[in-house]
């Protein structure tokens, strides 16, 4: 009961507030303007793995996303691997692809910044219960990395501000959940997710991609030339 307690705080860096209020107009469209350009700024790495899932099946016809930490942005696609959507999102503080052993177990005043991670690797993706009765998309509940939009919080973090420039740095902000814009998340993600759930490809900062994906060794590289 403590452990599942304590993972459901870390959700948001406040307790119970995992809501936050609709956009307004002027916000849509910055979202919506930030979304067409992430499709531009995607990773070599995240078309990699995309045609990877595609060409082998390692969705287990259910949908998926990519989360493509070097660019900050999310990859949508549906069961039989269409692209849906690419939009931005806030990722934890720190560079690195493990979580701390036991960061379930430990309160927000505990977790230092070189913790708030999140971490790399393949998970199967459903909704659970987090702070406040909330549905969230639990990515890793061991680990207590959840997806979800913003949650309301300190403003200081400016969070939405964050989320809609154009620099991918000061996308870092989270305690190790993917923050990912309300809209996506309400029409596309939870539609698709909250049957079966799906898979979340967590693209890594610093480990090798066919360490992180073993399968994905048998993916040749696209475009690759003799020598």
């Not at 930030?34 to 990773?43: L, P, Q, V």
């Not at 069961?79 to 960061?103: H, M, S, Y």
């Not at 939405?160 to 620099?167: E, F, V």
Request: one cysteine or more; glycine letters at 8%; a positive charge.
């Amino acid at each position: 009961m403590i452990h599942a307690l304590l993972a459901l705080a870390l959700v948001a860096p406040l307790p119970a507030q995992a809501v936050e209020k609709p956009p307004t107009s002027e916000q849509t469209v910055s979202q919506t303007s930030a979304a067409e350009n992430d499709e531009a700024r995607r990773s070599e790495a995240a078309t990699r793995v995309a045609d990877w899932i595609a060409a082998s099946g390692d969705n287990g016809a259910l949908p998926y996303i990519i989360i493509d930490k070097a660019a900050a942005s999310l990859l949508l696609f549906d069961a039989k691997g269409k692209l849906l959507g690419a939009a931005p999102v806030l990722i934890g503080v720190a560079v690195g692809d493990e979580a701390t052993p036991g960061i379930g177990t430990k309160n927000l005043a505990e977790i230092g910044p070189a913790e708030r991670t999140t971490p790399a690797g393949r998970f199967l993706a459903k909704f659970g219960m987090a702070a406040g009765r909330q549905k969230v998309l639990w990515v890793d509940y061991a680990t207590s990395v959840a997806l979800h939009p913003i949650p309301k919080g300190n403003q200081k973090e400016r969070r939405r501000q964050r989320m809609l420039s154009p620099a991918i740095d000061d996308n870092r902000i989270t305690f190790g959940c993917i923050n990912v814009p309300m809209a996506l998340y309400n029409k596309s993600v939870r539609p698709l997710f909250q049957k079966k759930g799906g898979y979340v490809y967590v693209l890594p900062d610093t480990k090798p991609l066919d360490v992180v994906f073993p399968r994905l060794r048998a993916q040749p590289f696209p475009n690759a030339a003799a020598s």
